[in-house]
């Protein structure tokens, strides 16, 4: 009986034997530099959704501070009830806060950094957002057209800042309703 070498039979063995083989230096590297690519594409993957998802936030959370105000405006007399016809606030009205507002053209020019309620208290989580009004006549037949007399028409714009940055824009038109002669008519005579 002849005796082998048992170093020789392992490495002859593993020779001629696939499982026995390992990864060389460049296959190493290879798919070191493959695992790298992938790794970086789903990184960007998840940052460009983080920051589209921050972009959405932002944006939902301008529209509500937009809308809130736009609602609190729209929600008012297009002129003072005593017939007062000064445009913009009237004395006692701007004591930095909403409660006393009572007709649309109040709120021109006013504004709030951090935003705030009708009384003045500061809005939670929206210490980065600004709000600011402009409201000025137009004519009513020709929108587009700013007049610098009363028109029976008012074109509100509430824009909204997150950082300085606008990211919102509501505009709205206020009209002056008049009374209907033929339902007056109707009215008086029913009184009679």
Aim: net charge negative; glycine share 6%; hydrophobic share 35%.
């Amino acid at each position: 009986m002849s005796r082998l070498n048992p170093q020789n039979d392992v490495s002859s063995t593993c020779r001629s034997s696939y499982k026995c083989r390992g990864f060389t230096m460049i296959e190493t590297v290879l798919a070191v530099a493959l695992i790298s690519i992938m790794f970086l594409a789903v990184m960007r993957t998840i940052g460009a959704t983080k920051a589209n998802e921050f972009k959405i936030t932002r944006q939902h959370g301008a529209l509500l501070l937009a809308q809130g105000l736009m609602c609190e405006i729209l929600n008012q007399p297009y002129e003072e009830v005593d017939g007062a016809g000064v445009f913009g606030c009237e004395a006692g009205e701007a004591t930095g806060n909403r409660q006393h507002y009572d007709d649309v053209d109040d709120y021109d020019g006013w504004l709030s950094s951090p935003p705030v309620y009708a009384d003045g208290t500061a809005i939670g989580h929206a210490t980065k957002y600004h709000r600011e009004v402009m409201i000025e006549w137009i004519d009513p037949y020709d929108l587009s057209v700013v007049s610098s007399s009363e028109t029976g028409a008012k074109r509100i714009r509430v824009v909204v800042r997150f950082n300085d940055q606008p990211v919102m824009e509501l505009h709205a038109i206020r009209t002056k309703v008049l009374e209907d002669p033929y339902r007056s008519q109707k009215t008086s005579d029913l009184r009679q």
